[in-house]
């Protein structure tokens, strides 16, 4: 795939992640294709999440810009960027779920305020949304009444609800069991394989990083800026730089292990 | 053994080779009572040409961090007088977790220094800190308008079911705790009224009184009072809630304004709610007042029901729900600001719900001072 021939779905340009005066990041540069699973990686305390906040619309740049299909982000008027959130969709990393509603209500609600559906529809899509993910006879439970890794899932049925084109997930594995975890990966693949979707997913869990992974980028809170990009597995045989190395194997000199999966693109 | 416990014994003595050895026995636990390093300090300024610390340790009992953190200090020592820290006769076990504790050097930079700053700095910060409050709250304010346009535009991403939900968590749900407290005003206003008014012989007017002290001021101030502690605590308390699980964020990445969803429906349920609230609160608190004035001051009952209705002018009722209202917007909107502003932690939950009541109560008065002003302005 030759990425200049096309545009990319998500081109992130010398962006700034600042709060007040105080740079977290700099010179952030990224450009992904469609159909990618992107992954921001990095110590603890990074700004992956800070970046996540600014590509879906939380957090102003201090300097940059995020251009989707080309078009700038940020500095367009308000309007187009409520438009272009509506072609989002996102997982927070414990669900974010709306707790005085169950899990169909909370599909259901952006279906119910962006489409003329009837409330009939709306609950047979929702009920399709949460069996993608897994949870099929859940609809009528409340987020309460159901498990961290059930939340997390029900986040994600209803980051599908408006059929988006971008899929971004807040630390996907955080706080799973390693089968749960493992589960939720081959589950954004396979979404990924289906929909067509571009995924960008915040993640410091290597297995899972290794999983999915297509395209990356490391960034460090030492240097304040990122470190490495592209494929994971790439970066964990070639990477020159000795930290993103130790990073990638968990600081183990001994040799890499086998990659889990064969090469998707 | 005999001594199962011994305590904690420290000896410090010279070896033969020039080095300070410290004999440690007994059972060192991070109780209190343990030997300081005071000993050795005295020992190594009295006995000069110490090259070394050694230690024995052949008669120690159990032991934990009182010992590590001794060890450590002995250390220390050792690093200042630069002498030798012969480590190799500690058991092992000690040995390696000083060792650990030593492999991560001390982040100098990260140790915190409170630094007081001066004066006029910390003016011009509250001074800064006050006026960013204010544009918030005057955003949040213009906010309110524009969802409150949209929605008789019919354009707002509102819910009447929502709204409906809240009126009924705030209205009828609140009727107890305001008849409770608007009865006892009720009381007490006649107890206050009839102690003075019977000087003169005019019991007669402590109807009078009550009526217009309750349905001008004392109703709504009271029962806004009431809804503010339970009803503003609530929003704040819930939006905040909202806010640390991300649900709030999560409504503004689907492009719902947090706003029109969760903020109008309160709003509009407070704005229904608080004059009828307040009507009821005016009934009981004049039924108090009823109660003592025909059992305790002989007043027959329909002179005291004639003497109200008299007393009682459709503008002071009407400004008196009115003004129910109007706190009615001011604890949706400091209870909505504050949970929407909240941190995204606990303690900041509690903060938030602080806030919005003590907010919001001051609110409330000072606007209630401010309309007293207006009425005796426009002689209401």
């Known amino acids: 795939m030759n990425a200049d021939t096309?545009?990319?779905?998500?081109?992130?340009r010398e962006l700034t992640l600042a709060y007040g005066s105080y740079v977290v990041m700099r010179n952030i540069n990224a450009r992904i294709q469609r159909g990618e699973i992107f992954i921001i990686m990095g110590g603890s305390g990074c700004g992956?999440?800070?970046?996540?906040?600014?590509?879906?619309?939380?957090?102003e740049p201090a300097q940059g810009d995020i251009f989707y299909d080309g078009v700038p982000f940020w500095q367009s008027s308000d309007e187009e960027r409520q438009k272009r959130l509506r072609t989002f969709g996102v997982a927070f990393q414990g669900g974010a779920l709306w707790s005085s509603m169950t899990l169909?209500?909370?599909?259901?609600?952006?279906?119910?305020?962006?489409?003329?559906?009837?409330?009939?529809?709306i609950a047979e899509i929702a009920r399709l949304k949460l069996a993608l993910v897994g949870l099929k006879g859940f609809e009528d439970y409340y987020p309460a009444?159901?498990?961290?890794?059930?939340?997390?899932?029900?986040?994600?049925?209803?980051?599908?609800?408006?059929?988006?084109?971008?899929?971004?997930?807040?630390?996907?594995?955080?706080?799973?069991?390693?089968?749960?975890?493992?589960?939720?990966?081959?589950l954004i693949l396979q979404l990924r394989d289906s929909l067509g979707?571009?995924?960008?997913?915040?993640?410091?869990?290597?297995?899972?990083?290794?999983?999915?992974?297509?395209?990356?980028?490391?960034?460090?809170?030492?240097?304040?800026?990122?470190?490495?990009?592209?494929?994971?597995?790439?970066?964990?045989?070639?990477?020159?730089?000795?930290?993103?190395?130790?990073?990638?194997?968990?600081?183990?000199?001994?040799?890499?292990?086998?990659?889990?999966?064969?090469?998707?693109? | 053994m005999s001594n199962e416990h011994p305590n904690a014994?420290?000896?410090?003595?010279?070896?033969?080779?020039?080095?300070?050895?410290?004999?440690?026995?007994?059972?060192?636990?991070?109780?209190?009572?343990?030997?300081?390093?005071?000993?050795?300090?005295?020992?190594?300024?009295?006995?000069?040409?110490?090259?070394?610390?050694e230690f024995d340790t052949r008669a120690l009992g159990r032991w934990n961090s009182g010992l590590m953190t001794f060890i450590l200090k002995c250390h220390a020592l050792c690093q200042a007088n630069q002498l030798a820290f012969r480590a190799e006769t500690l058991p092992a076990e000690v040995a390696k977790l000083?060792?650990?504790?030593?492999?991560?050097?001390?982040?100098?930079?990260?140790?915190?220094?409170?630094?007081?700053?001066?004066?006029?700095?910390?003016?011009?910060?509250?001074?800064?800190?006050?006026?960013?409050?204010t544009r918030r709250m005057l955003t949040f304010i213009g906010e309110n308008v524009l969802a409150f346009l949209n929605l008789l535009r019919g354009r707002a991403q509102f819910r009447w079911a929502d709204a409906f939900l809240v009126m009924q968590e705030c209205g009828p749900q609140a009727l107890g705790i305001v008849a409770l407290i608007n009865f006892l005003i009720g009381l007490i206003l006649a107890f206050v009224g009839a102690t003075q008014l019977t000087h003169f012989g005019a019991s007669i007017y402590v109807a009078d009184l009550v009526a217009i002290a309750t349905v001008r001021e004392m109703g709504c101030i009271m029962t806004a009072i009431i809804i503010c502690g339970r009803t503003g605590a609530a929003f704040a308390a819930q939006l905040g809630t909202m806010k640390v699980n991300q649900e709030i964020e999560a409504f503004q990445t689907f492009g719902i304004s947090p706003v029109e969803f969760l903020v109008l429906p309160r709003m509009l349920a407070l704005v229904a709610m608080m004059p009828l609230l307040c009507l009821f609160a005016d009934l009981i608190s004049i039924a108090g007042g009823f109660l003592i004035s025909t059992l305790m001051l002989n007043i027959t009952p329909v002179l005291y029901l004639n003497r109200t209705v008299e007393a009682i002018s459709l503008t002071s009722f009407l400004l008196g729900v009115f003004k129910g209202a109007f706190f009615g917007v001011l604890i949706a909107l400091t209870g909505c600001l504050r949970g929407i502003q909240c941190g995204s932690n606990a303690a900041a939950v509690g903060q938030a719900t602080t806030s919005a009541v003590v907010t919001g109560i001051t609110a409330i008065i000072a606007s209630d001072g401010i309309f007293a002003v207006i009425c005796n302005a426009l002689k209401i």
């Open chain 2, 9 to 53: 014994r420290l000896m410090v003595r010279r070896s033969t080779s020039g080095s300070l050895v410290l004999e440690i026995a007994g059972d060192w636990l991070a109780r209190a009572g343990l030997p300081g390093t005071d000993t050795v300090e005295r020992e190594l300024a009295a006995a000069g040409g110490v090259k070394a610390l």
């Open chain 2, 98 to 133: 000083i060792q650990l504790s030593q492999v991560v050097p001390e982040k100098k930079d990260a140790v915190r220094t409170v630094r007081e700053a001066p004066l006029l700095p910390q003016v011009g910060e509250s001074a800064i800190e006050a006026w960013t409050g």
């Open chain 1, 145 to 186: 009444e159901i498990s961290g890794g059930m939340c997390k899932r029900a986040g994600l049925a209803r980051a599908l609800a408006l059929d988006p084109e971008i899929l971004f997930f807040d630390e996907p594995s955080a706080g799973l069991d390693p089968i749960s975890s493992r589960n939720l990966d081959q």
């Open chain 1, 6 to 12: 096309q545009t990319p779905k998500i081109e992130i």
């Open chain 1, 48 to 59: 992956k999440s800070t970046l996540l906040r600014q590509m879906i619309g939380l957090k």
């Open chain 1, 104 to 121: 169909a209500e909370n599909v259901g609600l952006p279906l119910g305020e962006y489409t003329d559906l009837s409330a009939a529809d």
């Open chain 1, 197 to 265: 979707a571009t995924f960008v997913v915040v993640s410091h869990e290597l297995q899972s990083i290794f999983a999915i992974g297509d395209n990356s980028v490391f960034l460090d809170a030492n240097t304040r800026t990122m470190r490495a990009q592209g494929n994971p597995r790439a970066l964990r045989q070639d990477s020159t730089d000795p930290y993103v190395r130790e990073f990638l194997t968990r600081g183990e000199s001994a040799p890499a292990p086998p990659a889990p999966e064969p090469l998707r693109v």
